[in-house]
């Protein structure tokens, strides 16, 4: 069988679940990714044999997304040729993890295909939303890369295409411990919108993941780390508490380490503020914006006693069996 996987770069987590998926997948057959977008800062350790600069997001300095700046790099034209220039007829089976290019090529191509990932689950209504009404944000989700069928990936299984996250081998097999620094990985925030407030915070260092950082160094109670998946699990694994945005997988793999998590959604982006609303009815303290304040912010959440349900990681080759009976159905 000759699978075509298209992956959405928009972010590391898209990524991250490919690599874990990929050994699992080759046992069905032979495997090809397409990689669509370029914010994904990751070295790539699978077969990608067609790339796209797609649509990629852009952040401001504090916390937002930039909307000019996105809007700015997107070439339709680029992106309905890329769409025809796919060879999807060669493929028995098309997974698509949210890329727009993909689902056109679909639609042009006459190919079905099955999306598979966590903004799948969103096809649900019963996937939990933010309280704001947002009806561009939602037509994001359920229209941007659509598909005729759908396997969602969440915290818990709000409906019945919905299963587990995917954790990665290194996490799931891995005997966590608290050795009493703080991960952080916020990339929508620049380092001086934050790292005033890190130095504040007395007796907790803070092991800061950013992607301009080239080699590590220490500076006060802040380790700066480059983004690096081993160097970024180490950190996890045996951290205290995690600073981290409104994605999925980091959040799912601290949760399913049981570590304390403080989220900070990315600013007016719909997806991050679902997943926080989420996050808030398993007992995760959410902060939805970062101001003066910020340090007394980390402080009272680092002294408040928090319990969170450990929740179940998925399991791979069961899920992947019923991705190609459902996409053969």
Same mark, same amino acid.
């Given at each position: ?11 590391? @987590? ?7 998926? %990929? ?26 044999? &067609?790339?796209?600069?797609? +649509? ?7 916390? !937002? ?25 060669? &493929? ?5 993890? =949210? ?6 090529? $679909?639609?042009?191509?006459?190919? /079905? ?8 689950? =969103? ?13 561009? !944000? ?13 396997? !969602?990936?969440?915290?818990?299984? %709000? ?33 001086? +919108? ?11 260092? =803070? ?16 380790? %700066? ?13 045996? +951290? ?5 945005? @409104? ?8 949760? =399913?380490?049981? /570590? ?9 982006? &719909?997806?991050?503020? $679902? ?28 002294? !408040?006693?928090?319990? &969170? ?21």
């Amino acid at each position: 069988m000759k699978i075509f996987y298209a992956i959405q770069a928009t972010g590391n @987590g898209h990524i991250s679940r490919a690599v874990q998926l %990929y050994p699992y997948l080759k046992k069905f057959g032979t495997v090809d990714f397409f990689m669509s977008g370029n914010n994904a800062s990751l070295n790539v350790d699978i077969p990608i044999k &067609y790339k796209s600069k797609g +649509c990629s997001l852009h952040y401001s300095k504090c916390g !937002g997304l930039d909307y000019w700046e996105i809007a700015k790099n997107i070439k339709p034209l680029q992106m309905y040729r890329d769409a025809k220039a796919l060879p999807l007829s060669d &493929y028995d089976v098309v997974i698509n993890d =949210f890329d727009s290019i993909t689902s056109l090529a $679909c639609r042009l191509q006459k190919v /079905k295909s099955v999306q598979f990932g966590h903004q799948a689950s =969103f096809m649900s209504d019963l996937t939990p939303r933010s309280e704001k009404n947002n009806i561009m !944000g939602e037509l994001v989700l359920k229209h941007y890369a659509p598909s005729p069928k759908y396997i !969602g990936l969440h915290f818990k299984q %709000y409906d019945s295409f919905i299963h587990p996250p995917i954790i990665k081998d290194e996490i799931f097999q891995a005997t966590p411990k608290d050795l009493n620094h703080i991960s952080v990985y916020l990339p929508s925030f620049d380092r001086e +919108c934050l790292e005033k407030a890190f130095h504040k915070v007395k007796g907790i260092e =803070f092991q800061w993941f950013l992607n301009d950082i080239k080699e590590i160094r220490k500076e006060g109670n802040i380790t %700066y780390f480059p983004v690096n998946q081993k160097l970024f699990n180490d950190s996890l694994i045996n +951290c205290h508490g995690i600073l981290t945005g @409104g994605g999925f997988e980091t959040p799912a793999e601290a949760l =399913f380490l049981n /570590k304390k998590i403080l989220s900070i959604p990315i600013q007016n982006h &719909y997806e991050q503020e $679902c997943n926080a609303a989420a996050l808030k009815l398993l007992g995760v303290p959410v902060l939805n914006k970062v101001g003066n304040d910020f340090h007394i912010e980390i402080e009272n959440w680092l002294n !408040g006693k928090i319990e &969170y349900p450990k929740i179940q990681a998925n399991d791979i080759p069961k899920t992947l069996q019923f991705l190609f009976d459902t996409y053969n159905d």
